[in-house]
């Protein structure tokens, strides 16, 4: 029987695999709740990519609400949040050269985005994997899980 070679192992209360928006959000909420409680808790995020952000290429319109809830400073902290939106429109495409312009009022209101941002989600992803490393998260690009 061939002997099994050693593998290093690291030990971890929770392990979260991908390295995205709502993984990293996880893993910063839950260092934040554990500090108010008192509480240790090893936490580690996985991501595949050689580095955070890496497959996360979309620009985004991005509602600040959840980011309002997990950072009220982040704009403090230097969130990558620039670009607010100032305006919607909405164009109906007739043909290959003409389009109609939809009034606002009959446009849903999910579809305003007034107050929104225009931004790149990938730094975004950087910018909360630097905000999970400084509550003690331990984040390792490169690392698929299996």
């Excluded at 009034?103 to 225009?118: A, D, E, K, T, W």
């Excluded at 931004?119 to 690392?143: D, H, K, M, T, Y």
Aim: glycine letters at 10%; a negative charge; one cysteine or more.
């Amino acid at each position: 029987m061939p002997h099994a070679a050693a593998r290093e192992s690291m030990e971890f209360d929770v392990v979260i695999v991908g390295g995205g928006p709502a993984g990293l959000a996880a893993a910063c909420r839950l260092m934040q709740l554990a500090g108010a409680g008192g509480k240790e808790l090893s936490v580690c995020v996985i991501e595949k990519s050689s580095e955070i952000g890496a497959h996360i290429l979309s620009g985004n319109v991005f509602e600040a609400r959840a980011l309002d809830e997990l950072f009220p400073d982040w704009k403090a902290r230097g969130a990558p949040l620039d670009t607010a939106v100032s305006g919607d429109r909405i164009h109906y495409l007739v043909s290959e050269r003409k389009s109609l312009t939809i009034p606002g009022f009959l446009v849903p209101s999910p579809m305003h985005n007034r107050g929104n941002y225009i931004i790149s989600l990938g730094r975004l992803c950087q910018w909360l994997a630097e905000q999970a490393e400084a509550l003690g998260v331990n984040v390792f690009p490169g690392f698929a899980a299996a």
